[in-house]
Structure formats: structure tokens, C-alpha cells
């Protein structure tokens, strides 16, 4: 068992039988040894696969991804999902529909920071229907970048996301895979 599903077991909170609470150590307090975890295990499944950037949606997406980026040496690119006054006019935009906070909302990605010569990683803290990937896959197809892999801090593998990324080829490594959250039991695969 490693780190990830050691804390989704001890930590992890069943809200519901579709919603995982994971703020003691993900969403909202983010702990320092777990996180540098997280990218030593991400960098070490992606670190032959030539990545040059990696590109994750704001907010909670951003730590993981950070901690892998740190490993590999390589930038990384935050996709927005508000604008505001400093927002470039040049943007790649995808409409994503978020489970968790039920609304629509528009990811953007600044056309500056993504090239053709790109090969990237997406990372997230979630992968549970797929639509926050499927938006950043969206953004990548725009700005005709390489899509070399998703990793997904914890994945809901009873939810479809998996299954959408896998028949488009896309490889995907998540760190813990929850099979169940019935009766606020937290069983992974
Ligand atoms: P998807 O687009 O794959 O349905 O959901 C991905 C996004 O929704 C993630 O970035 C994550 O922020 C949020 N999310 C989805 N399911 C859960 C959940 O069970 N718990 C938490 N904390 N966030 C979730």
C-alpha cells in the first residue's frame, strides 16, 4: 500500500456514496511529506516518457502538480476557470461541467504557454467523471500539444473518467483508486 491510499483509508472521509472528503490532506490542508510523496511517485511512473510541461486546473490540482514538476524539472501550467482583469485575450477554452460543485464553468489556458513542441502531463487531484480531463485534453487538441499522460492523485473508479480516458488511449496512473464508498466505507481496488 503506499502513502496515497494509506491517507485516503486513515483520512478520507465518505460523505456520500459518490463524494470523497480529502481536505486534511489535499483539498484545503496540504501536508508537506504526503504531497512530496505524491510527486516522487508521479515522476517516477512519468520520468522516461520525456515530459516538458505539466498543465493542471486551478485549485486543487495545482500542489500535486507542483511537487511532480519539482521531480521532473519542467514548468508547469495552471488552467484557469475564471478570468479576470490581468486574463490574456488569447486563450485556449474548454466548458467543463463540475461534479462536485455542480456548475458549468469555462477552463482557460493562456495560448502563450502551451507550444507544439510540448509533451504534456496532466495532473489533478480527482479524476471521478472525467470532465475537468476532457476539458484539459480539449485545451491540449487546441493548442496541438502531445497528451503523453493524466495522473490522477485519487481516482473514483466506480465513475466513468477512467473509462473515457482509456478509449482515448490516454495513460493514466492514479495514485489510490477508491472501487466503493458505500455506506461511508472507503474500499479501494
Ligand atoms: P471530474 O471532472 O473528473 O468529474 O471531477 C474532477 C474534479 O472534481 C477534481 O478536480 C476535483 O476537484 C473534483 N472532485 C470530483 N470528485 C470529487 C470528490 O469525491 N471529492 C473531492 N474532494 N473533489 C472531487
Known sequence: MNLVEKMVLEQ????????LKVDAFLNQQIQLSFMKEVGRLFAD??????ITKILTIESSGIAPAYA???QLDVPVVIAKKKTCLTSSSNTYQ???????????????VDQDFLS???RILIIDDFLANGQAALGAIDIC???????????????K????????????????????RV???????????
Open 141 to 155: 487538441d487546441q493548442a496541438q500539444v502531445n497528451v503523453i499522460g493524466f495522473g490522477a492523485v485519487i481516482e
Open 45 to 50: 511512473y512519468f520520468k522516461d516518457k520525456v
Open 116 to 118: 507544439p513542441t510540448d
Open 68 to 70: 511532480t514538476a519539482l
Open 12 to 19: 478520507g472521509i465518505a460523505l456520500s456514496n459518490d463524494v
Open 94 to 108: 474548454s466548458k467543463v461541467y463540475s461534479f462536485t460543485k455542480q456548475y458549468t464553468y469555462n477552463m482557460s
Open 179 to 189: 472501487q466503493s464508498l458505500e455506506n461511508q466505507q472507503i474500499q479501494l481496488l
Open 157 to 176: 473508479s466506480f465513475q466513468k473518467g477512467r473509462q473515457l480516458l482509456d478509449e482515448m488511449d490516454i495513460d493514466v496512473y492514479s495514485l489510490a
